[in-house]
Antibody, heavy 118, light 110 residues
Framework: QVQVMQSGAEVKKPGASVKVSCKAS????????MHWVRQAPGQGLEWVGR????????SSAQNFQGRVTMTRDTSISTAYMELSRLTSDDTAVYYC???????????WGQGTVVTVSA | QTVVTQEPSFSVSPGGTVTLTCGLS?????????PSWYQQTPGQAPRTLIY???TRSSGVPDRFSGSILGNKAALTITGAQADDESDYYC??????????FGGGTKLTVL
């Protein structure tokens, strides 16, 4: 079935970087954009950015520009989101979500918990 | 920066109808913003309900409907059930490859 599976939880120190992966299965990876969304503890959803797996082109929220790098490896149908210069405010669950071509999100990953702590 | 607005909380009686809205701090929401709606219960990933204003995602019951009401996007739940008690988020496409979520509405069914 169509699904996206994310990498496991991460614990990082302030100033470090984290790279989260999102492996797609059950569909043609390069046919659908992939978004990244995060949710801090007790807070709402926040859009981080999007990658076109076909071209590699990306866009990101202003809050993350200069700190987020989204890449993909089409040979293994996997998208990556790397966030640098981490602070405690980056502690959150990070989700990847497929865009079905309607400027929305349909298939969500299970989430990856990223904890930033000294 | 434009803010997407949602009611922080709402309550509905079992069997009742509730309409949640999604607006802009400046301007009106139209179909050009491709509003979509998501349901989330604690500890779970969001579930897609509605996309492109009024298209139900696969498997979503027709109790959930989307529309534009006045200058806002709207999610209407008819015949509310206990397991509709969740957080609901809208997201708008702002153009130029940018999306913005609303702050979410906590729906209580009581």
């Amino acid at each position: 079935q169509v699904q996206v599976m994310q990498s496991g939880a991460e614990v990082k120190k302030p100033g470090a970087s984290v790279k989260v992966s999102c492996k797609a299965s059950g569909y043609t990876f390069t046919d659908y954009y992939m978004h990244w969304v995060r949710q801090a503890p007790g807070q709402g959803l926040e859009w981080v950015g999007r990658i076109n797996p076909n071209s590699g082109g990306t866009s990101s929220a202003q809050n993350f520009q200069g700190r987020v790098t989204m890449t993909r490896d089409t040979s293994i149908s996997t998208a990556y989101m790397e966030l640098s210069r981490l602070t405690s405010d980056d502690t959150a669950v990070y989700y990847c979500a497929r865009d079905p071509g309607s400027d929305a999100f349909d298939i969500w990953g299970q989430g990856t918990v990223v904890t930033v702590s000294a | 920066q434009t803010v997407v607005t949602q009611e922080p909380s709402f309550s509905v009686s079992p069997g009742g109808t509730v309409t949640l809205t999604c607006g802009l701090s400046s301007g009106s929401v139209s179909t050009s913003y491709y509003p979509s709606w998501y349901q989330q219960t604690p500890g779970q990933a969001p579930r897609t309900l509605i996309y492109s204003t009024d298209t139900r995602s696969s498997g979503v019951p027709d109790r959930f409907s989307g529309s534009i009401l006045g200058n806002k996007a709207a999610l209407t739940i008819t015949g509310a059930q206990a397991d509709d008690e969740s957080d609901y988020y809208c997201v708008l496409y702002m153009g130029s490859g940018i999306w913005v979520f609303g702050g979410g509405t906590k729906l209580t069914v009581l």
